[in-house]
């Protein structure tokens, strides 16, 4: 019998999994279905969420100055929360017990007051307030809900079929089960246990020769002051490779979400719309290529990728409409239309000063946050999320990456690409890993930004939902510094082979794609074999080709640039059909000249600036 199955029989012991008679709409996320006339709670869902609860209170505890206020209002329950307060060292239990019934007990605590009522003496609430408040009894009314929202105080909490929304809505982890005393006793025992886990393990850590090679790592890294100015880079070519076993990569895709944000527009292209609508190839626009690739996943090992699509309100119907397609597919997809504020944010980093801003992304995961989305994903048991960036059409699953996170608890993983040089690519194709400086990254891709840098920050990320959840939990989350890499507990970078990488940002990004150079099976881009260079062509097209409209007209198709080098074209030129790029071309079109390359030309190294030159 598996440990799983232990504990799920421990939990039925206990009479969690019965519900009331009535059931509100936003716990039946939480249930199978009704048996005479109760409410049937999902076991798996319940331990599920036990889990995250503990795991934020596991964290919080890891800080020697937090403080847990218990809430209980079931007298049932007292003697066993006596016990645990007193084990746990935490607020004491009689102002635990007694807070509750005083309105501002958090709001109106600016210095410690006492009185006496006529059955015992009340205490407000101390100076200092908790860093989380647990309520093991949510069935009566209490203004704990309120001041705790108010003053952005987590809430762990019990929670029954029968729990308004009101009060619902402000729980930051909710427990679903039935609150009786079996299941208080356990859940307070299990409390009891991983707190004192915890103040164990701080105590191994001092005690010297008993401190973890990895302790003592982290403690010269403190020591230096540096370890938050460096990250460890991983060559893909290194990375485990998945199971051979089906069942266990079903396993691992079923703790996946991707995440993907439509704000990019194709204006500067003349494309009235989201950029992830253009036609990149054969017909198929990035939306395409992630929902194929996401199908293809599903239908291979049978498991269930959602893909949650965060459009802001001026790309929201046309994303909405482009979905009806996918109607037949095997893939769970739902948009989410974003506020103004997420509109405007810029995508572009400055990089390489002070920190490695990977993007803007943590907008959309507190939108989620805020939705109540991501408490949802963690309850069906979702761990990992690939947030892609909106201008990569490369940026697809890779089951390969996700296993090396989920084998080394890896909490934030960025994915990066070597600079042009061939000398730095051929260093991290034979170096096992590397420790890189935050100033050796940008996220500007261009010929002229990178120099100075090793590493392109593609801004496609791999972010523990965990993790997520308790620093939002912890106020030490916000909009500017999701990306500051020192707030995770392992964080590295991921140099990534160029064909994850392809942006889509201007015409000559389009010629790229359409080439020879690129082909596509099951939602993801292959590279050439014929490809010798390890780098991509670079590809200059002139204003006369800014355009999708004049772009497609200006090519009957797409030269072959199997081994071009670089390609660069001004004035008002025409391209034939069949033609073949080679080494360095330049063709550039004298003012009021017409140049027109006729079909199934070859040109290599050459520069040409009339038609005698062809």
Sequence with gaps: MTIHSVVIQKLLTTNAHIGRQVTTHHFKQFTYGFRNRQSIIDSDKTLICLRNALNFLSCLSRDPSSSFLFINTNPLFQPIIDEMTSRVTSLSPERASSLWKMRGFLTNSCSPKKFRSRHKKLVFAPTKMPDCVVIF???????????????????????????????????TYPIPANDSVQFVYLICNMITKCLMLEKKKDGAKGTGKKATIKDQVESTSESKGSASDEVLVVPYDNLAPMSCDIADSKQLLDKLVVVKYNGALGKNMGFNGPKSLIEVKNGSTPLDLIVNQIQSLNSKYGCNIPLLLMNPKNTHKDIVKALEKYSTLDVDIHPFEQGERTQHESFVSEGGEDK??????????????????L???????????LVVNPDNVAGVVDPKILNHLAQNSI???????????????????SSLQGIFKLEDFTSDHSEKSVKGFKFIDTRSLWLNLKAIKRLVDTSALNLDNLSTLKLFENSIGISIPQSRFLPLNSTSDLFLLQSDLYSFTEGMFVRNDARVSPSDPSIALGPEFEKISDFKRRFETIPSIVKLDSLEVNGDVWFGADIVL??????????????????????EDEEINDPTDI
């Design 137 to 171: 009894d949510t069935e009566r009314k209490s203004s704990v809900f309120l001041e705790a929202e108010r003053l952005g105080i987590p809430i762990v909490a019990l929670v029954d079929s029968g729990i308004p929304w009101e009060y619902y809505k402000k729980v």
């Design 356 to 373: 490695w801003q990977s993007s803007k992304h943590g907008t959309h995961f507190l939108s989620l946050m805020n939705s109540g989305t």
């Design 375 to 385: 408490d949802v994903l963690l309850a069906q048991g979702k761990e990992y999320a």
């Design 411 to 429: 909490e934030y993983c960025s994915e990066v690409t070597p600079t042009t040089s061939t000398g730095l690519i051929n260093f991290m194709a």
């Design 582 to 603: 080679k080494g360095k071309v330049v063709i550039d079109a004298s003012p009021g000249l017409t140049l027109r390359i006729p079909d199934g030309v070859v040109l």
